[in-house]
Each structure stands twice: as structure tokens, then as C-alpha cells.
């Protein structure tokens, strides 16, 4: 699956366009991150829980958005976009939204 944040690929043509896909990841932060990107914070420097956390997640959703590509018969995914949130009360959820517009190529 080609997956690109261009609206065409390269030296391909598009030959479909399938629709719009979109993979969700909503991902709880739990205490001993917290605790862990407070010192962090407090002391300087990066939060490597919390970078490790949004890597996953980001990697998860762009990996549901492919899936949801290829159930359509797609094999490319163009025009992608990566969206970050903080949810929840204590601003404690962390929410991934990647979308873009599966395709077939040739």
C-alpha cells in the first residue's frame, strides 16, 4: 500500500478513486506516564513515555486507515492527514485521527 501525504503518487496514475478513509486511535495516558512526564517537565527535557505513546498511536492509525483502504480494493492512500487531540476531563486521552483518500493506481 502506497501512502502518501501528496495528493497524486509519482509516476503513477490514478485510476479510481474509492473514498475517503480514516483510522481512529483513542489511547489512555496512565498514571506512571503522567508522573513520569511531570519530572520531565519540572526538570527539562522530553517526555519519552509520552513520544512513545503518540508514536504508537500514530502508527496504529495510520495502519487502520490502510486496512479500511485495502477492504475497499484500493492500493494507495493519498492526500493523507495526521490530527492530534487531548480528550477527557483530565486532558488524560489522546486521540489520533489519520485520513485520507484511498485510491488504485497503475
Known amino acids: 500500500m502506497i501512502v502518501t501525504t501528496t495528493p497524486g503518487v509519482e509516476g503513477k496514475r490514478i485510476v479510481e478513486y474509492k473514498g475517503i478513509v480514516f483510522g481512529e486511535v483513542i489511547s489512555g495516558v496512565n498514571f506512571l506516564k503522567d508522573f513520569a512526564a511531570g519530572l520531565s517537565?519540572?526538570?527539562g527535557g522530553r517526555s519519552q513515555a509520552y513520544e512513545g505513546e503518540l508514536l504508537v498511536a500514530r502508527e496504529e492509525a495510520l495502519a487502520e486507515m490502510e486496512q479500511r483502504a485495502?477492504?475497499?480494493?484500493?492500493?494507495?492512500?493519498?492526500?493523507?492527514?495526521?490530527?492530534?487531540?487531548?480528550?477527557?476531563?483530565?486532558?488524560?486521552?489522546?486521540?489520533?485521527?489519520a485520513s485520507g483518500t484511498a485510491v488504485v493506481v497503475e
Open 41 to 43: 517537565n519540572f526538570f
Open 70 to 97: 485495502a477492504a475497499l480494493g484500493a492500493n494507495a492512500v493519498v492526500g493523507v492527514d495526521v490530527d492530534y487531540e487531548v480528550l477527557g476531563s483530565g486532558g488524560n486521552m489522546l486521540m489520533v485521527t
